[in-house]
């Protein structure tokens, strides 16, 4: 239990380091500038990893087995990416936090993220199998990825803000 707690507090870390990555945009940032910051630094540090390692395989034993780490995995790194993420949607969409929009529209950038991580690192993804050069693309193009992903993610928060 000791050893585990210590890879828990090595993930938090870890976590936390990028976190600090994807929230560091220069200060007079705009919104749509600090969101591009955040999904190309996402994409970038996401899509270089390798499925073996360490820190992935720790988030998909976490997320898909919980012990009783995860709650706290959660609760400190997971969840201050989410509310930094929130606070830009929020001023995109020019609402407060509490807005239920804010929580769908987080929802969908971080999951699109999410979604490009997945295709590019797990083998047996039926994307993969149905798209077999994607990762390969997914490497390539990495600004290509991150750029449309924040056009796309910023298209639809002005949408979702005027409708």
Known sequence: LGLYNAVVD????????????LTAAP?????????????????QVALKKKEGSWLHRFMQH????????????????????LQYLSGVVAELL????????VLRCVGSVHGLC?????MSQTPDS??????????????VALD???????????AGIRAIRTA
């Open 10 to 21: 090595d993930a938090i870390a870890a976590l936390a380091a990028f976190n600090r990555q």
């Open 27 to 43: 200060e007079r940032a705009t919104p749509e500038e600090r969101l591009a910051w955040f999904i190309r630094g996402f994409l």
């Open 94 to 101: 020019a609402c407060p936090v509490s807005d239920p929009r």
């Open 144 to 154: 290509e990825v991150a750029d449309h992903v924040t056009r796309f993610s910023i």
């Open 114 to 118: 999410l979604v490009y991580l997945r």
């Open 126 to 139: 039926f994307v993969r199998l149905a798209l077999p050069d994607l990762p390969r693309q997914l490497e």
């Open 62 to 81: 976490e997320l898909g087995r919980p012990t009783e780490a995860a709650e706290r995995v959660l609760r400190e790194s997971v969840a201050p990416r």
